[in-house]
């Protein structure tokens, strides 16, 4: 496992940067994460995804597809590639502090 320093605080990773442990997640550690990811400030649209992928972790176990994230977090698909050009729910997820979600090469 590798570490990593967000807001202040180290975490454990995994090899592809998802936390090994989401309940070191912090909010004010997203920016950072997005920031190491290649994206820019975090938006209103984004915090949406990121909260949403959070809430259904908590009370599934996993995070959602992009095809659920299309159908049920208010944001469409278009705009999920645009917020998160590299793979929305993978992405999402590393962000949210959550693992990838399955189905997610």
């Known amino acids: 496992m590798t570490t990593r320093t ?18 070191q997640w912090r909010e ?12 820019g400030d975090l938006t209103d649209q984004h915090w949406q995804v990121i909260k949403f992928m959070r809430a259904e972790y908590e009370s599934k176990g996993t995070g959602p597809t992009v095809r659920a994230l299309g159908k049920t977090s208010g944001v469409t698909v278009k705009d999920l ?9 993978k992405l999402a997820a590393r ?6 979600p ?3 090469i």
């Open 28 to 39: 004010d550690m997203a920016p950072a994460i997005a920031r190491d990811a290649g994206l």
């Open 81 to 89: 590639y645009r917020l998160f050009p590299k793979g929305p729910a």
């Open 6 to 23: 967000y807001a202040g605080t180290t975490v454990e990773v995994n090899d592809e940067g998802f936390f090994t442990d989401p309940a």
């Open 102 to 104: 399955r189905g997610c």
């Open 95 to 100: 962000i949210a502090g959550i693992p990838k």
